[in-house]
């Protein structure tokens, strides 16, 4: 596509409850990665894949979230049992190697209540 | 110490002049260098990335590094109301964490241009 996807835009949880959240990368894209962004922070990193290896995971902050891209493409971002710190805005990233800028999504902004 | 500091701000300029955005970063084995507009509600936008310690121009951008003072800067000339957002500086390389070739990103300076 012309651009990453993200879906849902908006997620509202009950605390406890499992969330998925879509990332739809650029077209050939090799690296996608996952941000989580609190209000007034910047985008802190989460996990990174090349094609369908998950490189890194040493961002994710608890053994609640879990990440996948079983074919090298779309990826999704697992939140298990979540908790009112897991609200904020969840950013995906593409890049065509890993050695330049990326090209962020929309973001999902998720909301545990 | 965080990894990849900037004044939060605000910076106020009025239109047309230049606004100048800082960051300082703590590790001397980074590699590269980016800056990202993010507009109220939006995602991060690239505006530019540097490698070499100089200036780097794009437009009314000028990206400037110094590698030795760990020290990148964000230009902008003519500022216009339009150019109101939040900068976030992000650096690559190293190794933040043991994890190399992630951008690890500063706070962000929100910047407020006025008419």
């Known amino acids: 596509g012309a651009g990453v996807s993200q879906s849902p835009r908006y997620k509202v949880a009950k605390r406890g409850q499992d969330v998925a959240l879509r990332c739809d990368p650029i077209?050939?894209?090799?690296?996608l990665f996952w941000y989580q962004q609190a209000l007034g922070q910047g985008p802190e990193f989460l996990t990174y894949?090349?094609?369908?290896?998950?490189?890194?995971k040493s961002g994710l902050p608890s053994d609640r979230f879990f990440a996948e891209r079983p074919e090298g493409s779309v990826s999704t971002l697992k939140i298990q049992r979540t908790q009112q710190e897991d609200s904020a805005v969840y950013l995906c990233?593409?890049?065509?190697?890993?050695?330049?800028?990326?090209?962020f999504g929309s973001g999902t902004r998720l909301t545990v209540v | 110490q965080k990894e990849v500091e900037q004044n939060s701000g605000p910076l106020s300029v009025p239109e047309g002049a230049i606004a100048s955005l800082n960051c300082t970063y703590s590790?001397?084995?980074?590699?590269?260098f980016f800056w990202y507009r993010q507009y109220s509600g939006k995602s991060p936008e690239l505006i530019m990335f540097?490698?070499?310690?100089g200036d780097k121009e794009d437009g009314r951008f000028t990206a400037q590094l110094n590698k030795a003072s760990q020290y990148v800067s964000l230009l902008i000339r003519d500022s216009q109301p339009s150019d109101s957002a939040t900068y976030l500086c992000?650096?690559?390389?190293?190794?933040?964490?043991?994890?190399?070739?992630?951008?690890?990103f500063g706070k962000g300076t929100k910047l407020s241009v006025k008419p």
């Open positions: 990233a593409s890049s065509s190697y890993r050695d330049s800028g990326y090209t």
């Open positions: 077209s050939g894209h090799v690296s």
């Open positions: 894949f090349q094609n369908e290896a998950q490189l890194d």
């Open positions: 590790d001397r084995g980074s590699q590269s």
């Open positions: 540097i490698y070499s310690n």
């Open positions: 992000a650096v690559k390389g190293g190794n933040y964490g043991g994890s190399q070739g992630n951008l690890i």
